[in-house]
């Protein structure tokens, strides 16, 4: 299935994309450290946020499916630079998972974060460790 977006420069280092399916309009902004003055998400901010979504996105589908309660369910992540060339070198994220799920929801649940298609397209340049935190225990994985 494709999906349409399009994208124009609208000025000051900044894009608006459009998603075709829904209209639904965001912005970007060049970043500080690139000449940009950060007012928005940057490309690089979206793609790093984009792996956040994604993996709470394929959590909800399973937790969905099995009758899983979400309440609680958020990530945080870091998205750091790396030179030369200049791309995304590191994206570490943390994902606060629902409390009271057995040992087998939290490896479906945990499954199903590192198998999101965002999480797979990235390349293997890109360091992406997830830390599942369970009701003040976290699990380092991936």
Excluded: W
């Excluded at 399973?62 to 994206?91: C, Q, W, Y």
């Amino acid at each position: 299935m494709a999906v349409e977006i399009t994208g124009r420069y609208i000025g000051n280092l900044k894009t608006e994309l459009t998603h075709g399916p829904s209209g639904t309009v965001i912005r970007t902004a060049a970043p500080v450290d690139n000449q940009g003055d950060g007012s928005s998400f940057s490309p690089t901010d979206l793609a790093a946020a984009a792996l956040g979504a994604c993996m709470l996105t394929l959590i909800a589908i399973v937790g969905e499916r099995e009758g899983i309660d979400l309440t609680g369910l958020s990530f945080r992540l870091e998205k750091h630079m790396a030179a030369n060339p200049r791309r995304i070198g590191a994206i570490p994220a943390t994902i606060t998972m629902p409390t009271g799920l057995t040992a087998e929801q939290r490896k479906k649940l945990e499954n199903a974060a590192l198998t999101c298609p965002v999480h797979k397209s990235l390349s293997e340049g890109v360091e992406r460790p997830v830390e599942f935190v369970y009701a003040n225990a976290p699990v380092a994985v991936g």
